[in-house]
């Protein structure tokens, strides 16, 4: 099958389409002819050297697929060949085929293509899972997304609105706060100015129930002058960098909380947990028109390289998606 490869570590021309060997199944797995795979920043760490998969998942990279069951194992009752998938991998996704176990597979709802459906998984399952199974956001609550204008952020504000709750985005870019305003977003706030006070002001002085922290370093001290009492921030991604210092006085004050959380090297039993509440409580938006992924451009996957350049460049707004 075709694959993207890395054959070095390095800037995104070190990206080659070649070829790996085709995935069997295994008892309880499923192969799927992959049509699309979304590009997520993981794999631009794992380009770069910094993110390598967890031992025993494959080198090729990409974190997410969605396309057409070619082939099950003997013990699979979920699924059968021409069943159209989407879902979460820990590698492996910029590839023509994937396998895996059968309880990760999550279909793809009616009326969604499967590019649309290669947009999905990673950045909705990734906001899902952070914003309402581990931070409890509840209706009436208010939601602060920094990087309102990537596609975990567009996913969130979309998620947010769906179940109620105030959403409230950072950006550096004017533009993706103006784009993302247009998807439901409460209230957009510079990156570079001093949000922290106006999340207090427009929030009555209570500040922001939950944080969805894609940025990291530079933004903590000002996360915890913006975080309500009893508040939960929760980090995903840090792109700004990982260490900075905390008050841990004012953490105490506010009753706070602040943890992180990633999907990729999680176990077969939780992705499955997660894949089963996701189609429970989130899949239906797809199809009533609730939620609807925001995707910037779709690429050949032999122009792999201008997705990861593009996404380097902070040029996009929500999804990159790579065809096959």
Known sequence: MRAVLIPEFGEPDVLRLGTACDPRPGPREVVV?????????????QRRGLYPPPPGASEVPGLEFAGIVEDVGGAVSRWGPGDRVMGIVAGGGYAERVVVDERVAVAIPAGVDTTTAGAIPE??????????RQAALER?????IHAVGSGVGTAALQLARRAGARSIGTSRTASKLERAAAM??????????????????????RGADVILDLVGAPYLARNQAAIAVGGRHVVVGV???????????????RRARIFGTVLRARSVEEKADLAREFTESVLSGFVDGALEPAIDRVFPAACAADAHRRMEQNRNFGKLVLVW
């Not at 002819?33 to 760490?45: E, I, P, Q």
């Not at 950045?123 to 309402?132: E, L, N, Q, S």
């Not at 009436?140 to 602060?144: S, V, Y």
């Not at 706030?189 to 207090?200: K, N």
Request: aromatic share 6%; hydrophobic share 40%.
């Open 123 to 132: 950045v909705y399952m990734t906001a899902y899972d952070a914003v309402f």
């Open 239 to 253: 792109p700004g960098g990982s260490r900075a210092e905390l008050d841990l006085r004012s953490l105490m004050a």
């Open 33 to 45: 002819r992959v049509r699309a795979s979304g590009v997520n920043r993981a794999d631009v760490l």
């Open 184 to 205: 439901g977003l409460g209230l957009g706030l510079p990156g570079g100015d001093a949000w922290d006070e106006a999340v207090r002001n427009t929030t009555g002085g």
């Open 140 to 144: 009436g609550e208010t939601l602060l």
